[in-house]
DNA sequence: TTGTGTTTTATTGCCTCC
DNA sequence: GGAGGCAATAAAACACAA
């Protein structure tokens, strides 16, 4: 904190033509004092010159000043150092606040409330990012959820009309001749999706896959949905499809590659 | 002009670090 | 223990619709 710096108090402090002051001390404790409105009703303008403001002794008559807006040089001046370093070491406020014609205190201030502005702004960064993401992973899912039906009624009408030639090829053999009924040796006939996982993999058919309706067994080319979040801008080699990772390899590649992390991902403070 | 919402400047209290 | 950071908050300044 800095000291020397004056507040006004006007809820408290006024008695008639008295207004209390106090001064904030180093340690933050406050010593009054009382200063005659009549005495002190001198206004300094709205924006004064960096040097009067700057004046030790000007502000020492001066009557405790309102609020005041700082002009936008001194605001571009303040930004510009803001972007390059976000804080402000002791001897930068000190060089500021002489180029600026302000209290080193009003320096610090501005950076102060400049950094919870930046903080706001990247919550709501983030939190847009996050929402695209999720709308992106949603349409995802559908598309999927789409093409998994639209699969299943071919495998089903297909699945129709084998059993319908087989049928018309057994009336058309010798008669005498046994034909294995189909559905009783191979159940992929009868039931295409009730083959199991292993087997189909175990087989190489791991295109039916998707047949296994109630089968959790279907994800096991996926760790999960909804792998660790990290959004795929900051990917630099999109390859989550073929190392089967990645169900959604277009919106998220998991988080176990270190070098998908950067600066700008979810959950980290990165500052310009 | 006035009421109201937003932005900016400043204060306070608490916390961490050295 | 002092310095500096942050969150919460107050209050002045500003913008703007009615």
Redesign the pocket.
Known sequence: ??SN???F???ASQHGNMFFL?N?N???A?SMMMINIEETSKRRP?FSSPEDLYDEEYYDDQLPE?????TSEQ?HLLEKSFETEN??E?ERKTQLAKKLG?QP??V??????R???W?TKQLERDYDLLKSTYDQLLSNYDSIVKDNDKLRSEVTSLTEKLLGNEEEANNELTPGRQVPELNQLDPVYLNPAAIKTEDRLSSGSVGSAVLDEDAPQLLDSCDSYFPSLVPIHSQQDNNACDNDRACFSDVFVPTTSPSHHHGESLGFWAWP
């Open positions: 904190m800095e710096s004056f507040y108090d006007p809820s106090g904030l180093p340690g933050g406050r709205f309102k609020k005041r807006r700082l605001v804080k402000l002791p302000l205190r009003q610090a201030v501005w950076f102060q409330n950094r919870a502005r903080k």
